[in-house]
């Protein structure tokens, strides 16, 4: 279950990425290729690539990041313990939500998916900007 719980940037980042890429379905594959870039050897990184190709998916359908014009952003911070993959949209008017009261959906699960493969995930924002992050081990 995803929660709304405000997001910080921890102090003891190691290391951090952020990258911009314009709202459109065909980003979400750009996005991968970012992270793949910046993490190509780590364990977790085809569940890292499957997150942020969601959770870029979700940017694009379901905010006004998919709107002409519209972008969003995604972000890697890489810690000692951890890996935080996050993707920050434009907003809407739904919050972030899994389909799961609906059994015959033919959508709707994939931030079900993103929080079986993250060991966290959380959401937090405003109807103008959310960020969804999913954590990960380091190693």
């Known amino acids: ?3 709304a719980i405000p997001q910080s940037r921890p102090s003891s980042a190691q290391m951090y990425w952020q990258r911009a890429f ?3 379905p ?16 780590h364990p977790s990184l085809d569940d890292m690539l499957l997150v942020v190709d969601e959770l870029a998916a979700n940017a694009v359908q379901h905010t006004r990041s998919g709107e002409d014009g519209g972008v969003f952003e995604v972000g890697v911070l890489v810690e000692a ?13 739904k919050v972030p939500a899994d389909g799961a009261s609906d059994e015959l959906a033919e959508s709707g699960r994939g931030l079900i998916l ?8 959380r959401w937090s924002g405003t109807d103008r900007s959310r ?6 081990p380091a190693s």
Request: positive net charge; charged residues 20%.
């Open 131 to 136: 960020t969804v992050t999913a954590a990960f």
């Open 26 to 41: 065909d980003q979400a594959r750009q996005a991968r290729s970012f992270l793949r870039a910046l993490l190509p050897a």
């Open 1 to 3: 279950m995803l929660l």
């Open 22 to 24: 314009p709202g459109r």
């Open 81 to 93: 313990e951890r890996v935080v993959v996050s993707v920050t949209d434009q907003g809407g008017p």
């Open 114 to 121: 993103v929080a079986a493969l993250a060991d966290r995930c």
